[in-house]
């Protein structure tokens, strides 16, 4: 993993010294470097211009969802999906040109696709058959001048060789209209019949953490077979392949990711080649990374307390953070890599099972980690921890989310400030029983 360090030798993230960001805004803290979050944003757009093609990166915001970072994605000129009102409300707070926002969800409520609608959201993904129809509904009484651009999400029967909980695009998946099946066909046809349903595109997401460009090969020569016989049949031409997310990287020093270029020269040769015998124009390619914007660009800072050393078995040292602010350890068996904040690069005494604070055996955040001698109030740095950390974190045993900070050049910048134990109770009501 790579590692940055000043002249102290402590570690630096985004140019600020981690000690110092951790006794300025205390810990746990979740530190993004926004370089490098503008980086890989420019990695993938660079592969599209690269391969000539028309594309669109859209950054799935499920993997870190904050004002701060819509405005960054925007600053570098992509687009981002959503899966909740949450997520478009702030998106639309962060000021994101709702134009550029696609929506998904395979249970979007009624008020949350006339929120979308009234929003001007730029494409609804359709996802099921009772969302079609809460639409045309909507959309009848309603909206009755408006037409809306929509994508259909097709589950494309390919598993991605992932773990189980990350595979989408197979055919036991609750995502998306099933093509084996002539479901993803029958929307089509309920689709195509709507006058105010603008169908621009064909979707489908294979799963995530994919480290290997086969299942985006597949992807695109089954959605293309598809798209050529919806052209010949219904003369349906669609003028976007949108092939999710997905695109691995490194946690630890033993995960090889493909870079941004691999996976997509893959994918436009597969297109081009797919396409040549046709006469309807190469469609744009979209694609939705989120793991891959956010992922090694976090760090999560924690504060080391106590220790417990078992002769013969193992010692625990003991952070105060854990599954509450990192859930993938114990939900995936996720493993990740720590280093010391004031010394990352000293040579290691020790090897330690990382604990967090929370109340379940199971919060464990790395099993096995190598690391010079340790005292009680050090920094502890977990690296790569910017996907579906923060995003997922909970309130269990009644802890704070942390806060988040964004570090460029430098200088560091509260975007989601911490969770006080005021914040955790403001919902409660005191239960009072009549007649007392
Ligand atoms: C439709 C869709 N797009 C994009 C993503 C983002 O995936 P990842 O973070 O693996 O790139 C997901 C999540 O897996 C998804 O369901
Ligand atoms: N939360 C998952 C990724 C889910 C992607 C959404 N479909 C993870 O941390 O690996």
């Known amino acids: 993993m790579k590692i940055n ?53 859209s950054y799935a915001s499920k993997a870190f969802c904050a004002k701060a970072i819509y405005q960054v994605v925007q600053q570098e000129g992509a687009h981002v999906d959503v899966v909740s009102a949450g997520e478009l409300a702030t998106a639309l707070a962060a000021g994101f040109d709702p134009q550029n926002i696609s929506y998904h969800g395979n249970n979007k409520s009624l008020a ?80 195509l019949q709507n006058p105010q349903l603008d169908l621009i595109g064909i979707h489908a997401h294979i799963g995530s953490q994919i480290m290997a460009v086969a299942g985006f090969e597949l992807l695109v020569a089954k959605l293309c077979q598809l798209a050529h016989a919806w052209q010949q049949k219904y003369h349906f031409e669609t003028k976007i392949l949108n092939l999710g997310g997905g695109f691995g990287i490194r946690y630890t020093d033993s995960d090889e990711p493909l870079t941004a270029q691999q996976f997509v020269e893959a994918i436009v040769q597969t297109l081009r080649k797919e396409w040549v015998n046709s006469d309807s124009e190469l469609p744009q390619v979209w694609i939705e990374p989120g793991r891959a914007i956010v992922g090694n660009a976090g760090v999560s800072l924690y504060t080391i307390g106590s220790k417990k050393t078992i ?102 910048q509260i975007v989601v400030a911490r969770e006080e134990i005021v914040d955790l109770m403001h919902l409660d009501q005191d239960y009072v029983k009549e007649n007392e």
């Open 5 to 57: 360090v000043n002249e102290q030798g402590h570690l630096t993230i985004g140019g600020c010294d981690a000690l110092e960001l951790a006794q300025n805004y205390e810990t746990p803290l979740v530190v993004y470097d926004v370089a490098q979050i503008r980086q890989q944003l420019r990695s993938y757009q660079e592969a599209f211009k690269q391969q000539q093609i028309s594309a669109v990166v």
């Open 112 to 191: 949350e696709l006339d929120f979308a609608i009234a929003q001007q959201v730029g494409v609804l993904v359709v996802d099921n058959f009772y969302e079609l129809t809460l639409l045309q509904s909507l959309l009848h009484y309603k909206y009755p001048r408006q037409t809306i651009q929509v994508m259909l999400r097709i589950t494309p029967g390919i598993s991605a060789h992932t773990h189980e909980y990350d595979q989408t695009g197979q055919i036991d998946s609750k995502f998306g209209f099933d093509v084996n099946s002539g479901q993803a066909e029958k929307a089509l046809q309920q689709v």
């Open 311 to 412: 002769p013969h078995v193992r010692t625990f040292l003991t952070v105060d953070g854990g599954m509450g602010d990192n859930i993938r350890p114990a939900l995936y068996q996720a493993q990740y890599e720590a280093v010391l904040a004031r010394a990352p690069l000293a040579a290691a005494e020790q090897t330690v099972t990382v604990a967090g604070r929370y109340c379940e055996s199971g919060d464990v955040l790395i099993s096995q980690q190598a690391l010079p001698a340790t005292q009680p109030g050090d920094i502890l740095a977990v690296l790569a921890t910017g996907a579906y950390g923060y995003s997922m974190a909970s309130n269990y045993n009644r802890i704070g989310r942390p806060a988040v900070v964004f570090a460029e050049e430098g200088q560091g």
